[in-house]
Structures are given as structure tokens and as C-alpha cells.
């Protein structure tokens, strides 16, 4: 290999990337920048440099796949030695058959059917799914809680747990102890036990570490806490580490994941060398601009290297069968002949979004794939009660009547956790998310049961199956040529020249039962991730009525349209993209560089200084979302807070002309401004 050959092409800070010496290095790699390029031209150009021997570097990815793709990179790059690469869990294992292999030890049975044995240990204590309690303890696990600390965790975390928290920091505990009992391991124990073999034995550690001196990461704003001790204890005192993620990409805290660990890296280890990749190759500066938008303005801006495109698009549909509609419509008038499907992709946030999409695209003859097979058709709740209403000589009406009767999935703006009194460790029981995305899927193939029985004229169970496998028979193979319907988490890591983005509302983007500031944190972020898989092309739409099953519900837009549609208006007015996110900065400047306000004995709203303060501050969000003032908020409201000086959500939300979606939309701007006041005296 040619080291200078391997730095030919990039980017001065690809570069930078690249040869850097010294260590730790923190990569942090925005949308399209080329972070996979930086990660495995660094291994091969540390080689060729003769700085590293490619039998002593370890890259650990999160799959299979991405392990392999580093390896046909390398070997593309003109490496002949293999570097080891592979998942945490991968090479754990390896490391212990090895070490169980070297003493004799007779290895443990693998816990492959882990639901199974949950639902063992659950008896008849609960009605609960055993997979909700699976995904509760791998969460627990990933994040280091002990069981008698589960309760307080949990709760901070803003999750509901699948059982009361007492009970389910007993199974926790019963878990475990049923695991060794059997010699079984799970995947968890995997990592587990490589700290425990590698904490407990020196020269073991020294062994390990010798062999496996040149560490990589990938996508590190999706490593857990357990993950990131076996890093740790992989590294010893050693600084040769290069972690390469963006914080903005950080989306799997809800399993585990601490985008913290990342983004507050240097914090930890000030020695650290920390270069930014903000160069983006993907994407055209108008859907850029809209990647700005989808977080706020709150991070810094990718900088395009792709030629102009059409400005975004964003529409409104009276319901959803209206929006899947216009999507097929908008798919169809994309394509031309000998163009490929693939090359456009409809992204949603939850699968049960799908079905209306995935419906009209059929009937326009547009083929279709959803992304990963995990459509709501594909889901055990779904095929479960398709089972049983595929019975012969069943009553389909009342069958199906019966299953509306027992979903109240509809008014998703309130059902999920964080709305009861009591919120507490020991607090009933409420919704998990698990719990809404399963009634959300047997809602949408409820939709799909009444339309066979209109269009059926003697409708019976194996009639149903029948027609539903017709349904499926539509998706075409993963090597075939189709438009791809992904969700958001499923659409991380790919990119269309097309893509539309659908079902924008509230309820949806965020999803409803984000309720911490974490939460909705990974849900901004989560449109971000959306947004930036368009290459040419973006198209934004959401709908005013949706159906749930047999409910039809009125829907509010996302929170986030607004400074969304903000940047669209920027874009219609002809502006260049990059002076969106310096407007909305310098307006941001405006309020926050007001320094101290003299304090007053007596405080008139009309000559307040926070008065004039939130006015400039109306005015100026006004200017940023093309609206007029009083579509923020009203002299009366913004009199009403100079006079009585909330300063927390709830205080703000007791002012007159605050409802809920101005209090989710202006409320931490606002008690900024009134906080500076207070601290000023």
C-alpha cells in the first residue's frame, strides 16, 4: 500500500483524521462526511506509514455487516493482512471460548430462546408480554443498573416499566440466579464476563492487550455503558483509541445506548485530540438547510459540497389515505423509464404508518420493500390475530368487532407514560412504548380486515389470509428493484436520491410518549437522521385526520414544522441556504447578549426591561418562521409574564394564551429571558 495514495482525495480534515498522531482521537463525523472512508483509511494508512501491524488492530462496529464492509474496504485499500473486526458481542465471545478452551473449562449454553425462558420465570404473576420484560432487562443490563437500584433508574430514564418496579427488580434478581443455576449465558453476560476474566487475571489482560493494541470504533454515540466498560478494560492505560459518531445520530438510548459517552469524551479525557468532519458529499444545500432546521439551529451546520437542488417541499393532506395517495402520485411522476425504483424511499416513524403507504403504492403498480421485512404484517401481535381470525367458519364481523373493542390506541397526544399523578418507583402501571406500537399495529390491520370485508362478498377466515399473503406477495426480494419504506431508526446508515417523509405530526414527531428532556432530545434527532438520507430531493407532508382501527382522529402538525417551513420560506425567497442558520443565530444573539437589566424597585410591564426583551424576542421568531408577531404570543401574554416572572413549565403554563403546543414550542426560550432577568435582580 501507498500511504501517500491513501491521503490522495480527502478533505484537509479527513486528513487531519488520518495521519493525526497521539491520542485518544475523537471523530466527530456529521451526516455524509465520509466518516467510514476516515475510519478505514486510517487503519490502512497507519500500515502502510509502518506504525501499526494489521494483526494488532481490533475495529469494533455494531454488525456483521459493517464488519465486513470494513474488511472489503481494507482489502480494497490493497491490504493483504485481515485485521480482526467485528461486533462487541462477537469478539467477546471469541475471547472466552479461547480463554475457557486454554483451561479446560467446559463453556456454558448460550440462552438462545431468552423469551421462552422469561416467560417461564413470569408464571402467572402478570398479564405481560415476556418480550417487553426481555427488553426491559436488556436495558437494565446495558446501562449498568443494579436490580436494587432499578426503580430510581428507571424512573429518571422516563421509562414504564413492563411490571411494577419492585417486581421487576425481583425477576431481574431471579434472572440471574436461574441463569447460573443452568450455566446458561445470555449476550449481555458475554461482555459481562470478558471485564470479569480480564479484571480478575493480569497477565491475562496484558495477553489481550498486546494482541489487540490499535483500537477503532465505529459509530460510538451508539455505545451502552456495558459496551463501553469492556472498551475500557480492552484499553487499559493505553491512549492508542480512535472513536469516530456523530452526537447528532444519536438514537438508541431507549436501548441502552448513552450518546453522553461521545459527545462528552474530551470532558473526560482532556488529552484527547478531537477533530470535526462537517464537509457533507450527500446532499444538496437546500436539504442541508432543512437538517438545520430539524435540530433547531442547535448544532453546527454541515457544509455542502453538492450542487443546488429543488427547493423541499411540505404539505398538508385532509387524512392519511389523501397523504399515501400523494406520496404514490409524487413516486409515480418521479420515475422515468429505465429509472430505478430504489432510488427513492418513503421514511415513517412507526411501522404502523406504513400500511396506508405501502396500500397505495400497490395500487399505483409501484413495487415495494419494507426495509428489514418489519412492516406490521410481520409482527407477532399482527400475525397472532391474523391466526386466529383465519379460522375456518369463524365469524369475521364479530371477531373483528371484538378486536376493535379492546384497542384504545387513537388519541396518542395523552396515552403512554408520564401522565399519571403518581410517577413514582411503585406507580401503576401504565402504557409501555412497547404496549402503544403493538396496539398502533393491530389498529392498522384492523384498517386492512374492514376493507376485505367490503370488497369480499362472502368474507371468511381463509378468504382473509388469502388476500393478506396477496399483500405481501407485493414486496419484492432485497436484490429486487423497489422504493423502500423504512422507518426512521430503520433508515440509519442509508441514503435515497428521493425521499419523502411522512406522517409529520404530533404524536408521531416526537413520538408521544417522549416525555423527558432525553427523550425528546433522540426525537429531534431522530428527524435529523430522516432528513439527512436525501441526496436530490426532500418532500415533507403530514396529515389533519388519521385512522386508528375504526377511530378517526384529529391531528396537530409536528412541533418541528414550524422551523422547518421556516427554512422552506428562506429557500422560496431565493436566499442561500447558509444564511438560514446565520439568521436564526443572530437572532438568538439578539436576545441573549442583552446583559444585565438594571434592577427596579417597581416593575411596570409596559417600560419593563424583560418586557421588551420578550417583544424583541417575538419579533424576532416572528421574522425567522414568516408569521406575524401575534401568532407567537399576544401583548397580553407577554405582559402577563413580565408581571408575574414564571419561573418553571408549569408556572409559564398558568399564563393566559399558553396552551400545550406554544408551552412545547417557546417555553425553555422563554424562561431563559426571565431567568437572565431574576439573576440580574
Known amino acids: 500500500m501507498d500511504a501517500n495514495a491513501l491521503v490522495a482525495g480527502l478533505n484537509e480534515r479527513q486528513t487531519e483524521a488520518v495521519t493525526t498522531t497521539g491520542g485518544p482521537i475523537v471523530v466527530l463525523a456529521g451526516a455524509g462526511s465520509g466518516k467510514t472512508r476516515v475510519l478505514t483509511r486510517r487503519i490502512a494508512w497507519r500500515i502502510a506509514d509502518g506504525q501499526t501491524d494489521p494483526r494488532r488492530v481490533l475495529a469494533l462496529t455494531f454488525t456483521r455487516k459493517a464488519a465486513g464492509e470494513l474488511r472489503s474496504r481494507l482489502r480494497a485499500s490493497g491490504m493483504r493482512d485481515n485485521v480482526v473486526a467485528g461486533t462487541f458481542h462477537g469478539i467477546a465471545l471469541t475471547q472466552l471460548r479461547q480463554r475457557w478452551h486454554d483451561r479446560g473449562i467446559t463453556p456454558p449454553t448460550l440462552l438462545d430462546r431468552k423469551i421462552r425462558f422469561v416467560a417461564q420465570l413470569i408464571g402467572r404473576r402478570a398479564r405481560v408480554e415476556p418480550l417487553d420484560v426481555v427488553s426491559e432487562l436488556e436495558w437494565a443490563r446495558a446501562r449498568l443498573v443494579a436490580p436494587n437500584d432499578y426503580g430510581t433508574a428507571a424512573e429518571m430514564a422516563g421509562r414504564t416499566p413492563p411490571l411494577p418496579a419492585a417486581d421487576m427488580a425481583e425477576l431481574m434478581e431471579l434472572y440471574q440466579q436461574e441463569k447460573r443455576r443452568r450455566r446458561l449465558v445470555d449476550f449481555d453476560d458475554l461482555l459481562a464476563l470478558a471485564i470479569r476474566d480480564l479484571r480478575a487475571d493480569v497477565d491475562y489482560a496484558n495477553a489481550v492487550r498486546w494482541r489487540h493494541r490499535h483500537l477503532y470504533v465505529d459509530e460510538f454515540q451508539d455505545v451502552n455503558p456495558l459496551q463501553y466498560e469492556l472498551l475500557k478494560t480492552w484499553r487499559g492505560d493505553s491512549n492508542d483509541l480512535f472513536v469516530v459518531g456523530d452526537p447528532n445520530q444519536a438514537i438508541y438510548g431507549w436501548n441502552g445506548a ?304 414550524e422551523m422547518l417551513q421556516s427554512a422552506i420560506a428562506h429557500l422560496q425567497k431565493g436566499h442561500r441556504p447558509i444564511d438560514w442558520k446565520a439568521k436564526i443565530n443572530l437572532n438568538r444573539a439578539k436576545v441573549s447578549s442583552k446583559g444585565p437589566i438594571p434592577k427596579k424597585t417597581e416593575r411596570n410591564p409596559v417600560d419593563d426591561p424583560l418586557f421588551d426583551a420578550l417583544r424583541e424576542w417575538r419579533r424576532d421568531r416572528a421574522r425567522a418562521a414568516d408569521v406575524p408577531a401575534y401568532v407567537i404570543f399576544s401583548d397580553q401574554t407577554l405582559r402577563a409574564i413580565a408581571k408575574r416572572r414564571p419561573t418553571t413549565r408549569s408556572q409559564l403554563a398558568g399564563m393566559p394564551g399558553i396552551g400545550p403546543v406554544k408551552l412545547e414550542r417557546y417555553a425553555s426560550e422563554v424562561l431563559d429571558l426571565v431567568s437572565a432577568d431574576v439573576a440580574a435582580g
Open 258 to 561: 448513552d450518546p453522553q459517552l461521545l459527545a462528552a469524551f474530551a470532558r473526560r479525557e482532556p488529552e484527547s485530540v478531537v477533530i470535526d468532519l462537517n464537509d457533507n458529499y450527500r446532499s444538496t444545500p437546500q436539504i442541508l438547510t432543512m437538517a438545520t432546521a430539524a435540530l433547531a439551529g442547535k448544532s453546527g451546520a454541515l457544509v455542502p459540497h453538492k450542487g443546488d437542488g429543488p427547493v423541499p417541499t411540505l404539505n398538508a393532506y385532509p387524512n392519511d389515505l389523501a397523504e399515501a395517495a400523494a406520496i404514490a402520485d409524487a413516486i409515480k411522476m418521479a420515475h422515468t423509464v429505465g429509472d430505478s425504483w430504489g432510488r427513492q424511499a418513503v421514511l415513517v416513524r412507526t411501522n404502523a404508518q406504513l400500511v396506508p403507504i405501502e396500500q397505495a403504492l400497490a395500487d399505483e403498480g409501484i413495487p415495494v420493500r419494507v426495509r428489514g421485512g418489519k412492516g406490521p404484517l410481520a409482527t407477532k401481535e399482527v400475525k397472532d390475530e391474523l391466526r386466529s381470525l383465519s379460522r375456518p367458519g369463524i365469524d369475521l364481523v364479530a371477531a373483528l368487532s371484538q378486536l376493535d373493542a379492546s384497542l384504545t390506541v387513537g388519541d396518542d397526544t395523552t396515552s403512554g407514560p408520564g401522565n399519571d399523578a403518581d410517577t413514582g418507583p411503585n406507580a401503576p402501571r401504565g402504557k409501555t412504548a412497547a404496549d402503544i406500537e403493538r396496539e398502533q399495529n393491530l389498529a392498522a390491520f384492523s384498517r386492512l380486515v374492514h376493507e376485505y370485508l367490503t370488497i369480499d362478498p362472502d368474507p371468511s377466515g381463509p378468504g382473509l389470509n388469502a388476500w393478506v399473503a396477496t399483500l405481501q406477495a407485493g414486496e419484492l426480494d432485497v436484490d429486487g428493484d423497489a422504493v423502500e419504506l423504512a422507518t426512521f431508526h430503520g433508515a440509519k446508515g442509508l441514503e435515497w436520491e428521493v425521499v419523502h417523509v411522512a406522517g409529520l405530526e404530533k404524536g408521531f414527531v416526537p413520538i408521544s410518549y417522549a416525555k423527558t428532556g432525553a427523550q425528546l432530545a433522540e426525537e429531534q434527532r431522530l428527524l435529523y437522521v430522516a432528513v439527512t438520507r436525501a441526496e436530490s430531493e426532500l418532500h415533507l407532508t403530514w396529515a389533519l385526520e388519521r385512522s386508528f382501527g375504526t377511530k378517526t382522529m384529529k391531528r396537530q402538525p409536528s412541533p418541528h414544522l
